[in-house]
């Protein structure tokens, strides 16, 4: 039976970008597929207001980023955070990513907020610091693109860092091979995130900040090891959650 992988779509790309580039849905599709995740992929666009019926209608969940902080006062975000505490407990394997990382965090007891370090935008390398079996051999660290200003400021009692850099002390954490969560995109290729910095520069993004995340991204990213490590960790805990008999 074909792994179902639902992705609970809480964020989108600009209308211009999107007919380039895609949604975020299909971002993260290809970027998996590629690494050997040939899955079946279902959409959720929670955004909307449109979350899954039932933690188990997939056989695991990825959040999406988004423009919104998990404080914002949304009804399908208090939604969300509920549904992913239950996902949680029963042990459906989790991934998140910006937003996703931040939210999980939230919904299992730990805090998210406005970070008085400002924007990091741009390729950001983050260090290795524990090595899970389905971390990429010989990974030390890995550099992606980021784009956020919210960062995790207080680590739920489950979560293990695992990847951290100065300027974000937890830009990896490992919820006991349940959950694994990224603050950092490694869905954002370079084209794409250029696009992005141009499109919000002077508007949303100060014009300084923009054009230094537009240089960084010339800069090499381990888009690949990232997303085989997402493949490995979802397929690990699938069967981990199986034996157990969740």
Not at 29 to 39: A, V
Not at 64 to 70: A, L, R, Y
Not at 109 to 125: D, H, I, L, R, Y
Request: aromatic share 10%; with cysteine; proline share 5%.
């Amino acid at each position: 039976m074909t792994f179902k992988l639902g992705i609970l779509e809480v964020g989108r790309p600009p209308e211009n970008l999107s007919k380039t580039f895609g949604d975020y849905p299909s971002m993260f599709e290809t970027l998996l597929k590629d690494q050997g995740g040939d899955w079946h992929y279902m959409s959720y666009p929670v955004v909307d207001g449109q979350l899954p019926q039932n933690v188990h209608d997939c056989d695991g969940w990825l959040i999406t980023g988004s423009k919104h902080g998990v404080y914002d006062d949304l009804e399908w975000i208090d939604r969300l955070k509920t549904f992913l505490k239950n996902a949680y407990d029963e042990h459906v394997p989790i991934v998140g990513i910006c937003f996703g990382h931040q939210i999980l965090a939230e919904a299992l007891g730990g805090k998210a907020e406005k970070s008085n370090k400002g924007w990091g935008c741009g390729v950001f390398t983050y260090y290795v610091l524990e090595n899970p079996n389905w971390v990429p051999e010989g990974l030390t660290s890995f550099s992606i693109e980021a784009y956020h200003q919210d960062q995790v400021t207080k680590l739920p009692e489950d979560g293990e860092v695992i990847a951290s850099s100065d300027f974000c002390e937890f830009a990896a954490i490992d919820y006991k091979g349940r959950a694994l969560t990224l603050q950092g995109h490694p869905e954002f290729n370079k084209d794409y995130s250029v696009a992005l910095f141009k499109e919000r520069r002077g508007d949303t993004l100060p014009e300084d900040i923009a054009d230094h995340a537009i240089a960084s991204s010339e800069a090499p990213m381990q888009i690949g090891e990232v997303a085989h490590m997402i493949v490995n960790f979802i397929q690990q805990a699938a069967v981990k959650e199986k034996q157990e008999g969740h």
